[in-house]
């Protein structure tokens, strides 16, 4: 199921990587301009994970678990903006992406997961460091208290079907109602106990972490899980699972859930 996802993946990725490689602006003196950053400790924190889980062949809530990110990292503290967006586009790596283009204090819109690679490949080139989409885990990290636990909260009655679907369209139901499609200027929607700006609103945020589906024990241990990369998870108000080249989730491509308003993105910088 995942292989033409995966050829169409690697494709689009290779595609800029080599305008990458060939362009002259892309090697010019002028940094590209940078957020600014808040560095991240690892420290233990309790975790839903991401993914779609059973248990008994049932669906169920993912489990809780105790993460932490694997080395001290920095994150922007905003998402990428349209202006830092048009940059690469000017260096002729990115591509225009499909949001509006004329206010570039906004935060990028409109860019696939295969979009927001290609540009974290240019920022590196650009720099000399190295630049990248979080993951799940350093994401939720970065969110600290502004992180939404997605869970239902309800199991499946294998004698009635119906209590989890009700449950499920309840939930749905309520994140459309809560839905916020304003999309505002970079640090100006809210701010973390971290420094961290920006979280949830109208943009979700593409992640590196591909989509994984499992099944879990009734102690919540994980018995089995499989990525299926091609589909990655993009945090905001609520997960979603989106295949890698969609740029406008309300087209189509969401896996998972109620579709995200907007995709943008912010990246995590290796010390």
Do not use: K
Not at 111 to 122: F, G, L, P, Q
Request: proline content about 6%; overall charge negative; hydrophobic content about 45%.
């Amino acid at each position: 199921m995942n292989t033409p996802f995966l050829i169409a993946s690697a494709a689009a990725v290779a595609v800029g990587l080599t305008q990458l490689a060939g362009s002259d602006a892309a090697r010019g003196t002028a940094l590209p301009d940078i957020p600014d950053m808040i560095r991240l400790e690892p420290a233990p924190f309790e975790h839903r994970i991401d993914g779609d889980w059973r248990r008994d062949g049932l669906s169920v809530d993912a489990p809780i678990h105790t993460v932490a990110i694997a080395a001290p990292i920095e994150i922007m503290a905003v998402p990428v903006s349209t202006g830092q967006w048009l940059a690469c586009v000017a260096d002729e790596v990115c591509t225009l992406h499909d949001g509006q283009s004329d206010l570039p204090d906004l935060p990028v819109v409109g860019v696939s997961w295969n979009d927001a690679h290609i540009y974290a490949a240019w920022l590196s080139q650009r720099t000399g460091e190295r630049w990248r989409l979080p993951t799940d885990v350093e994401w939720a990290h970065a969110a600290a208290e502004l992180f939404r636990d997605d869970a239902i909260g309800v199991q499946s009655d294998p004698h009635n079907p119906a209590v989890l679907w009700l449950a499920e369209y309840a939930a749905e139901t309520a994140r459309q109602r809560d839905l916020d499609r304003e999309v505002r200027p970079v640090g100006s929607l809210n701010v973390n106990s971290l420094g961290v700006r920006d979280i949830g609103g109208a943009v979700w945020e593409w992640t590196s972490t591909c989509l994984r589906r499992g099944e879990i024990d009734g102690e919540g241990r994980i018995v089995r899980e499989a990525d299926s990369c091609g589909i990655y998870i993009a945090e905001g108000l609520h997960r979603a699972a989106i295949t890698d080249f969609i740029r406008d989730p309300q087209a189509g491509g969401c896996s998972v859930g109620v579709p995200p308003a907007n995709l943008g993105f912010r990246l995590v910088r290796e010390l």
